[in-house]
């Protein structure tokens, strides 16, 4: 019981890096349909920047995380104006396309400035592990908690209360309308590529300073596209559920499910995909998403 | 097409011709001649770097099927080449069967991976078709590493060059004209299914799929068969790669292949059989230029050294990527179309 108790906290706490990488992921897709494979990267970025002003320059917590932001926002404006403004009314996979290769760009220049090592800033980030009995929760889980609660709850006030959020809701819904309204939907798609930006940096560093970075932290973008899909594409609330939902499922699956397996397992790594294939069979939208209703 | 001043077609076989003057077939003869007498005057490295263009020209002709002309975008390619590749090691080695019998074999087990891959297809589409290819990549490899007993999981497996009789297609030169005489069969078909009525359902589906639908295109079997048509070119093009390198193993297939076939799509220009060469050719050729330039760069900035190689290769794909897709989407073929107009007006602009 322990060993599956323990199993589903350490799941609880890569969930919550799942979801975090997906929520970057829908804020995009909610305003601008982009379909954004870098998020994964955003994240990477963002602990390697954490890396730097923390351990290299010697910054305060405080400094690093606001420089780090500085560097977020000027990014998501560089990656908007100059690779997806000239891609609009281009076919969906232009624009994935152009994702893909900035996640290629992002991880050479990850590789070119960090040198695409294992680098830790362990103890410059509070870190706090809960002891109840036997059970130990590591403080990556409480610190995505905390993170993903606060994310969720600033961006759920902004989308709902906002005019600007409000702004960027409509842009998903209709352009053209939203433009005759006399909303500027380049300035909403910058907005939605600073936000992402943003929440991947930030979601970065905290990971980097609980776990470390390394570029293999981008592949679990890749992962974190599951979360996306079994959320509904289009539902923060859901990429959040479904962030836990297969963060404990995966770890259960490989913990009870590798030893049986003929190679020793290693289900954790395809784990994900297989979820990907059996949402998209049975339920492309997702637990949480609208159903998308075709017209000629 | 736009034909010389001069030449009309006067029948229907005249228009649906592929080489229609004299000329054409002058040049095409040029070029196969050229292509097989490489050999004589090119070192082993450069025929080494023409194999393996033509086994990725093989490779990207079966994705421009499917994503090209029928628009069922694919992020898993290399996993169906796996999938071939591995099929034809294990027939060779574990059973002892022939080469030539092994490659029809891969071929099919390839594509029969991409049927199953592809049943999805009918509900989905766009991000999500890609977001299942994606997958299929990631389960295709874990099924390769799970079944060691067969596959020989991360150690790989041998896998013998092919023979004919006594002869062994041992040497570069020999393998050269082997995956050559195949690359060309390869693009004959690719350029005539096309043309077939498969072909023309595919381009329907493409533009669009409920439109396609209403006319009468079942989409299902039509979607899948393509998934077919594209994976039994992975499957031949993984059987041709692993031969070559004399063992079969999964990092010869990683996921970033599968990105940079649909890269080459794109340089070269989607729904187009020259475009899958163009971009498969130049492609290769820019990896093998950053492979030359990245220790000079490196010589020149010390503070990069470690990883230049590493970083460059990945920031100049990424960088080839964005710049055809802003500035020429519809890629090389596209170019290469206009520059041949432009010479056929020539000095008449109009």
New interface residues.
Partial sequence: MTFFLQLVISGFSLGMVYALIAIGFVIILKCSKAFNIAQGHFVMIGGYLGFTFLVTFHLPVWASLLAAIAVAIVMGLLIERLTLRPLVGQPVLAVIMMTIALATVLEGLATLIWGGEYKTYHGLLPTITLKIGELSIPPSTLIGIMVSIVTVAILMIFFRYTKRGLAMRATAEDEQVVQSAGIKVTTVYALSWVIACVVGVISGILLGGVSGVQIILANVGLKAFAVVLLGGINSIGGAIIAGMILGILENVAAGYLDPLLPAGGGLADVFPFIIIIIVLVFRPHGLFGLAEIERI | MALPSGTFNQSYAQDMTIFRTKTQWLMLLAFLVFLFTSPLYFSDRILTLMTIIGITVISVHGLNIL?GYC?Q?S?GHAGFMAAGGFTSAVLCTKLGWPFWAALPCAALMAGLVGIL?G??SL??K???L???T???H??II?FI?????ITG?IFGLAAPRPEIGSFVFKSKASYFYLVMIIACMATFVAKNIVRTKAGRAFIAIRD?E??AE?MGVNLWAYKLLAFFLGCVFAGVAGALLVHYYGWASPDQFPFFNS?WY??ML?VGGMGSTMGAIFGAVSLKLLDELVIILGPMIAAVVPA?A???A??????T???V??IF??FE?RGLAHRWEMVKAYYRLWPFSH
């Fill in positions: 994503t628009n975008i992020i891959f049943l999805p509900r989905i766009g991000f999500y890609i977001m299942a994606i997958a299929a990631f389960i874990w590493l799970q079944f060691h007993d999981g669009n409920l439109a209403v990105v649909l890269g794109i990069i470690a990883q230049a590493a970083s460059l290769g990945l920031i794909r990424g960088l990527i964005i897709l802003i989407p």
